[in-house]
């Protein structure tokens, strides 16, 4: 019952960061990439209309050097190659 209840937690989170056809995107990506998308995701634009971001594949390392990037500007804090868990 503990798996279903996370799943259901899962798919409420995610519900508004997917768009028509997110599965088949994401389903063709390899384990080394990414989606990068414009305008980021955290923008107004992007909560207005997600399905007209503009989305590319792109690598991991790519992805995650401007996460670590953006906190940088954000805050000055390094949140290391992998995030701060």
Sequence with gaps: MAVLDSLRGLHEFYAGLRWDG???E???LN???GLSFFPPLWS??????????????V???ELLGLSRD???QFDGT???FLGVA
Excluded: I
């Design 22 to 24: 997110w599965g088949s």
């Design 26 to 28: 994401v389903s063709a």
């Design 31 to 33: 384990g080394r990439q």
């Design 44 to 57: 107004a634009e992007a909560r207005q209309d997600l399905s007209a971001t503009r989305r590319r594949a």
């Design 59 to 61: 690598p991991m390392a």
């Design 70 to 72: 953006s906190c940088l």
């Design 78 to 80: 390094d949140p290391g």
